[in-house]
């Protein structure tokens, strides 16, 4: 079974997005053995640089990486997918990967493009601006949908 990794900033502090991210984590469990990694936010207090939280908290994600792992990161200028083709590419990152994959998110912030340089893709989900929490959503739904492809299930149409 594969393994998938998500390392994101903080916890999901929105009810409703918390059961999404949790209900499509349940059904994930079917496809691959998933770890949901929460890193500790950096706080923004008045007078700290944007740009400084971003690298404490990119450093922080690229620490909780497993080495051999394919790290994606989610990031507005990232590479975006249809899903059958997102489908695709997890198959061939599955096939060929000597560790497993492993999805990076950012905090309200984003990361900062010294933590980028360390990932081995990057992924946009959409053209829309997404908060960061949404985009964990989206990312579970579009991961649970790529393997529903892969298996020939009816979920995606």
């Known amino acids: ?46 007078g700290r640089p944007e740009q400084e939280i971003r690298n404490l908290e990119g450093q922080a994600l690229i620490r ?33 990967a000597t560790g497993g994959i492993t999805f990076m998110a950012g905090g309200p912030l984003g990361l900062s493009r010294e933590a980028l340089t360390e990932v081995d893709e990057i992924l946009s989900l959409s053209k829309f601006t997404l908060t960061h929490e949404m985009s964990r959503v989206v990312l579970l739904e579009q991961i649970y949908r790529a393997f529903t492809i892969l298996k020939g299930e009816k979920y995606h149409k």
């Open 1 to 46: 079974m594969p393994k998938i990794t998500i390392i994101v900033v903080d916890h999901t502090r929105s009810p409703f997005l918390a059961e999404g991210e949790v209900f499509y984590l349940k059904r994930l469990k079917n496809y691959a053995r998933v770890e949901w990694i929460e890193v500790k936010p950096v706080k923004m207090t008045k």
């Open 64 to 96: 909780k990486r497993v080495p051999k792992d394919y790290l994606i990161a989610l990031d507005r200028c990232g590479r975006q997918y249809e899903s059958e083709e997102f489908a695709r590419r997890l198959d061939k990152l599955m096939a060929n």
